[in-house]
């Protein structure tokens, strides 16, 4: 069974940093590709950050210069560096775990930036 496990949000003020985790199992970590999303209230659900098997990233233009994705795959973790925060970060941020057709969610993780 495959779960995928987000960890690490918080309250942080403005300028602050975060790191996420998103930790997947059951699962061969080292060939999936990881999204990081997130959906702040009333709003849909955005693309952060992603990381392939190669170590590959790609960012939303609001992360560049900010967020770096980065994986372990020895841990089967994938991380996501969250520095110069602002209070319009502010939202739950998702893992996707991606491996072929097949897309796996985790449950989400709140971050919330205070001003």
């Known amino acids: 069974q495959v779960q995928v496990v987000e960890s690490g949000g918080g309250l942080v003020e403005a300028g602050g940093s975060l790191r996420l985790s998103c930790a997947a199992s059951?699962?061969?970590?080292?060939?999936?590709?990881i999204g990081w999303y997130r959906q702040a209230p009333g709003s849909q659900r955005e693309l952060v950050a992603g990381i392939n098997s190669g170590g590959y990233t790609n960012y939303a233009d609001s992360a560049k210069d900010r967020f770096t994705i980065s994986r372990d795959n020895a841990k089967s973790t994938v991380y996501l560096q969250m520095n110069s925060l602002k209070p319009e970060d502010t939202a739950v941020y998702y893992c996707?775990?991606?491996?072929?057709?097949?897309?796996?969610w985790g449950q989400g993780t709140q971050v919330t930036v205070s001003s």
């Open positions: 059951g699962i061969t970590f080292r060939i999936v590709t």
């Open positions: 996707k775990a991606m491996m072929g057709p097949r897309e796996y």
